[in-house]
């Protein structure tokens, strides 16, 4: 079974980190480019992150550049998220997805819910 | 960044009535590749977004075919002929020809 699922999310401090990670599994991984979307009610979808499948090439959407890092480990079949200095706008339900076709993002986890407040 | 605008935002719809929903983008979504890189999800409540077509009218496996994806340039259109209860829910344009890769405001289609 064709699966992606997410964990790590939390309710955490603005200011604080938290790392997200996500499992695949039944499809070729290491041949897939991976991406990190977030869902929101007030931002709606948004594309965050994306990485190449030998994770030599990154690409940050403005609002999270320098503050988060998407990477991966193809012999876990994981990708991952790391992110600092977390805003409350941050909060949202956050999605992994594999990207096969310039955004034709075919297979989505079922997210992981990150809440940022004090 | 491009901006993906909508329209209409809500779509009240009988069953078994035709709908169609526009998606319009700030800027040209055709690639010098010659592909244009535009597709449609479907999203229902509690579950996440699946896609139904990509390159504007490649149909996904088991998306009926009373769905159908046209356009070209900044004019893009999902059109359902005729509507299913299965198939309220909100609807995404999505572009990924430009970074960052942006989206639409979604469409609800709700059955009246």
């Known amino acids: 079974e064709v699966k992606l699922v997410e964990s790590g999310g939390d309710v955490v401090q603005p200011g604080g980190s938290l790392r997200l990670s996500c499992a695949a599994s039944g499809f070729a991984f290491s041949a897939s480019w991976m991406a990190w979307l977030r869902q929101s009610p007030g931002r709606g979808l948004e594309c965050l992150a994306t990485?190449?499948?030998?994770?030599?090439?990154?690409g940050y959407v403005d609002s999270v550049k320098g503050r988060f890092t998407i990477s991966r480990d193809n012999a876990k079949n994981s990708v991952f998220l790391q992110m600092v200095s977390l805003r409350a706008d941050d909060t949202a339900l956050y999605y992994c997805?594999?990207?096969?076709?310039?955004?034709?993002?075919?297979?989505w986890g079922q997210g992981t819910m990150v809440t940022v407040s004090s | 960044d491009v901006v993906m605008t909508q329209s209409p935002l809500s779509l009240p719809v009988t069953l078994g009535q035709p709908a169609s929903i526009s998606c319009r983008s700030s800027?040209?979504?055709?690639?010098?590749?010659?592909?244009?890189?535009l597709t449609w999800f479907h999203q229902r409540p509690g579950q996440s977004p699946r896609r139904l077509f990509y390159r504007v009218s490649k149909r996904d496996s088991g998306v009926p075919d009373r769905f159908s994806g046209s356009g070209s340039d900044t004019d893009f259109t999902l059109t359902i002929n005729r509507v299913e209860a299965e198939d309220a829910g909100i609807y995404y344009c999505m572009q990924g020809t430009h970074w960052p890769r942006t989206f639409g405001q979604g469409t609800k289609l709700e059955i009246k």
């Open positions: 990485l190449n499948p030998d994770g030599s090439a990154t």
């Open positions: 997805v594999r990207d096969p076709d310039w955004g034709a993002f075919d297979i």
């Open positions: 800027q040209s979504l055709a690639y010098k590749d010659g592909n244009t890189y």
